[in-house]
């Protein structure tokens, strides 16, 4: 099986610029009930849709440069035998923490494991047509979040660099990736992990200084694009395949993980990003489950499912009421939590 790989505020970026999705899905809207396609059918069916959905990419998306985002002026020469401290840090009187420093170092190595994003997706779509030019456009896109972050991290000693490059070749060397099973599960899981990316840049941003936080809403702008082309290509693959889709997001939604996974310490720096609100179980419920696995693919209510993908939505309807009560949790404990420190 191919191995379909990446890399997470409600708040509105430049986002579906009216764009009406079903524009988008020249599928048949024949109900298939009991029929599962192969991966060479699906990806058939749906060429005319991914070459409409690059199509709507290509007019949509902005041309910009990685060096105009990074504060060169900042930058120092390195010094033999320096070592590095968080008093180092150039972030224009702004003061950030060691969560913040986790986001930024496991935002950077996500991207810097791009090789395997691209292998994987290639993969899964092909070299040829519609699939293929998405795939490389895709990848020179992504190419340039690693660079921009890099720079900016450099030049503003945000994080100890030697820790930065330690967990890069780690990172690299291993080259761990989220494993879907099947072309569908990859429909699933891109559009949800692009979202997330998105998400986890721009929360990012907002614990940095301007620079920074324009840095990441730059670069979140892109995942925007990218999670739009890939939710409204699992709305059309759910369309010529409701079964098999069913199946795959119940699954993807059940085992979701970032794509952080090979970081050396990702759990440490996970559970910082969480605690700081970057990024939990609660920005997933909300920003990412509820938005598009309940209001864009609508899948309470999709017609036309097997026996077996009947079964799959009601673990996923019972898997997402429980994420919903989950969420609501930290939520509240993190709205004390805010009105406490307020208080004293």
């Given amino acids: 099986m191919p191995r379909?790989?990446?890399?997470?505020?409600s708040e509105s970026l430049p986002a579906d610029r009216g764009i009406r999705s079903h524009d988008y899905l020249?599928?048949?809207?024949?109900?298939?009930?009991?029929?599962?396609?192969?991966?060479e059918a699906i990806l058939r069916e749906?060429?005319?849709t991914a070459e409409a959905?690059?199509?709507r990419h290509l007019a949509s998306s902005k041309e910009w440069f990685p060096h105009e985002f990074v504060p060169y002026s900042r930058g120092r020469d390195h010094v033999p035998g320096e070592t590095w401290s968080a008093d180092d840090a150039d972030l224009d009187g702004h003061q950030?923490?060691?969560?913040?420093?986790?986001?930024?170092l496991v935002n950077l190595l996500t991207e810097d494991n791009l090789p395997y994003y691209f292998r994987s997706v290639e993969r899964m779509f092909g070299r040829d047509g519609a699939w293929g030019t998405w795939v490389r456009r895709w990848t020179a896109e992504e190419g340039r979040h690693a660079m921009a972050i890099y720079g900016y991290l450099m030049t503003t000693r945000a994080i100890d660099p030697i820790e930065l490059e330690r967990g890069r070749m780690a990172q690299v060397s291993g080259g761990i990736t989220p494993d879907p099973d099947n072309t569908h599960e990859g429909f699933a899981y891109?559009?949800?992990?692009?979202l997330a990316?998105?998400?986890s840049h721009r929360s990012t941003g907002k614990h940095l200084d301007p620079v920074g936080f324009e840095l990441m809403k730059r670069v979140a702008a892109d995942e925007n694009l990218h999670q739009l082309f890939y939710r409204d290509l699992a709305e059309a693959a759910i369309q010529a395949d409701p079964s098999g889709m069913m199946i795959a997001i119940e699954k993807q939604v059940a085992n979701f993980s970032m794509p952080g996974v090979g970081i050396p310490n990702f759990a440490e720096h996970a559970g910082r990003i969480a605690r700081a609100g970057i990024y939990d179980l609660a920005v997933h419920h909300d920003q990412i489950l509820v938005p598009v696995v309940i209001r864009q693919w609508d899948v309470e209510h999709l017609e036309g499912l097997d026996a077996e993908a009947e079964q799959a939505r009601e673990r996923l309807m019972k898997r997402l009421a429980k994420s919903e009560r989950v969420a609501k949790r930290?939520?509240?404990?993190?709205?004390?939590a805010d009105a406490t420190l307020v208080d004293a």
């Avoid at 020249?26 to 991966?39: D, H, I, Y």
């Avoid at 891109?190 to 692009?194: G, H, P």
Wanted: glycine share 4%.
């Fill in 330 to 336: 930290m939520t509240d404990r993190r709205q004390t």
């Fill in 53 to 55: 959905l690059l199509e």
């Fill in 4 to 9: 379909i790989a990446a890399r997470g505020d």
């Fill in 190 to 194: 891109l559009a949800l992990q692009e």
């Fill in 96 to 104: 950030i923490d060691d969560a913040v420093r986790s986001a930024l």
């Fill in 46 to 48: 749906l060429e005319p």
């Fill in 197 to 199: 990316t998105r998400i």
């Fill in 26 to 39: 020249p599928v048949s809207r024949e109900t298939k009930v009991g029929v599962v396609l192969t991966t």
